[in-house]
């Protein structure tokens, strides 16, 4: 029922930039907090930055300074603009919404790769 689409990712060279845009379409509560999630290969998932219902946002340190999370409540669309990208930020980059029933969805992901 829920669908998240992210786009926007793709290959950019060390200190170049790239906005990540991740659609929601389908949730059937309010959303608590959308949250972007990365992984690259043979490592864990991580959280790099969220943004909850009451507009505060959240970041790990590795990317402060850098990204910036933000919302379009009528578009029900979650960005995350990344800037000054390192070759240490390639991954895989998941949208995710939490609802304030618990329910957690993810999207299918979208890479990124940042080449040195």
């Known amino acids: 029922q829920v669908q998240l689409v992210e786009s926007g990712g793709g290959l950019v060279q060390a200190g170049g930039s790239l906005r990540l845009s991740c659609a929601v379409s389908?949730?059937?509560?309010?959303?608590?907090?959308m949250n972007w999630y990365r992984q690259a290969p043979g490592k864990q998932r991580e959280l790099v930055a969220a943004?909850?219902?009451?507009?505060?946002?959240n970041y790990t340190d590795s990317v402060k300074g850098r990204f910036t999370i933000s919302r379009d409540n009528a578009k029900n669309t979650v960005y995350l603009q990344m800037n000054s990208l390192k070759p240490e930020d390639t991954a895989e980059y998941y949208c995710?919404?939490?609802?304030?029933?618990?329910?957690?969805?993810w999207g299918q992901g979208t890479q990124v790769t940042v080449s040195s």
């Open positions: 943004i909850i219902s009451g507009g505060n946002t």
């Open positions: 995710n919404i939490l609802d304030f029933w618990g329910h957690s969805s």
């Open positions: 389908g949730s059937r509560f309010a959303i608590r907090a």
